[in-house]
């Protein structure tokens, strides 16, 4: 159970670390005047958001699927 | 920055933020309240940032400035400045019969990223092309430009449909059999090859 706790813990932190690197990107995406921002936002920081969220999904499976959870 | 985008900021910046929160401290997810938390602080908010920094791209993207700040865009946007109104996008963008700022988008919101997924392809292969390979000399568009461009302004307008040849050629112009501009009734278009030779409009004149 603590391992598994451990790994949930890892996993919002490289959810947290991907959103936050991908919010960046876009920041700089939208101050920067030029045709490559909007590549520089859907190709990477989109894509770095949306692995963030997507981990955190995975964790909320992975939480779930703990048996500890289901006793109550 | 507009007033739209440094809201957009705002978002991101608390997102940011609240993201931080369980880059640091991921414990506090034990109670409902981290839960309910890191929901909307890992889950809604970067999903809204994405959406609202999707539509904030495109509506930069359709502005004059972004289409000419590509090189091989920039003499298109000098054929704007033609002195001459027989030029379809001069005297459209001169007279303000399409936003200035919008001159490019107003008559061609079909294009690239404003279009279906194959056009969007095509977006992507020019920006290849622009920095990565070499644009062609001569920039088409793929399939031709078609005459629903044109009609999304003019059909109706009673200038346009009391105009004989117009109202004689309207099935072959809706169904873009017959060309506004390749057919010679209206082909001065952007011309770029001849800029140099053309005299030029300076605002303000």
């Known amino acids: 159970m603590k391992l598994r706790a451990i790994g949930i813990r890892k996993f919002l932190q490289v959810s947290s670390a991907l959103i936050i690197l991908g919010l960046l990107v876009e920041i700089v995406s939208l101050v920067w005047f030029h045709p490559l921002a909007f590549v520089l936002f859907a190709f990477v920081g989109a894509t770095l958001i949306g692995l963030g969220i997507l981990v955190y999904l995975l964790s909320l499976v992975f939480a779930s699927s703990t048996p500890t959870d289901n006793r109550g | ?205």
Not at chain 2, 12 to 37: E, Q
Not at chain 2, 87 to 108: G, K, R, S, T
Not at chain 2, 117 to 139: A, C, E, F, N, W
Request: glycine share 6%.
């Open chain 2, 1 to 205: 920055m507009s007033g739209s985008t440094e809201i957009l900021v705002a978002l991101i910046a608390v997102t940011i933020v609240l993201a931080a929160v369980f880059l640091v401290r991921p414990s506090i997810t034990a109670g409902i309240t981290g839960k309910v938390l890191a929901f909307v602080a890992l889950c809604i908010l970067p999903a809204l940032c994405i959406d609202a920094g999707m539509s904030a791209h495109m509506q930069r993207s359709e502005q004059t400035q972004f289409c000419i700040s590509c090189h091989a865009m920039q003499t298109h946007g000098q054929s704007l400045y033609i002195d001459d109104a027989s030029y379809i996008p001069a005297e459209h963008f001169q007279n303000h019969l399409v936003p200035a700022d919008q001159a490019c988008y107003a008559c061609h919101t079909d294009y690239t990223i404003f279009g279906p997924l194959k056009d969007k392809l095509q977006g992507m292969k020019r920006v290849y092309m622009q920095y990565v390979s070499t644009p062609p000399k001569v920039i088409e568009i793929s399939g031709g430009y078609s005459n629903l461009q044109c009609l999304h302004c003019h059909a109706g307008a009673r200038s346009f449909e009391e105009n004989p040849i117009h109202s004689a050629l309207m099935a072959s112009l809706t169904t873009n059999q017959v060309s506004c501009i390749t057919s010679g009734c209206h082909d001065a278009i952007h011309n770029v090859a001849e800029i140099g030779q053309l005299k030029m409009w300076s605002p303000g004149q």
